[in-house]
């Protein structure tokens, strides 16, 4: 994560409250429950989220690896 992040868009999210297609369905909206109980608001493009799964997906394990 880049060290320039403004640390007001910084939060620890603990539930993720709605996931919608909006703007005809050119754009996520997710709506997720702050640490603290406020909620939160998150827009992208399908070109964004595309791209949040992909970095996500590259990340995290694969969990067939150790299945045999």
Do not use: H, N, Y
């Not at 939060?11 to 703007?23: G, K």
């Not at 709506?31 to 998150?42: D, F, N, P, V, Y």
């Not at 799964?53 to 990340?59: E, K, T, V, W």
Request: hydrophobic share 45%; glycine share 8%.
């Amino acid at each position: 994560m880049a060290s320039t992040m403004p640390e007001k868009d910084v939060f620890s999210a603990v539930r993720v409250i709605e996931v919608a297609l909006i703007d005809t369905g050119r754009t996520i909206a997710v709506q997720l429950e702050k640490a603290g109980g406020e909620r939160a608001l998150i827009l992208m493009s399908l070109a964004v989220c595309d791209d949040l799964l992909r970095q996500l997906q590259q990340g995290l394990p694969d969990p067939d690896a150790d299945a045999g």
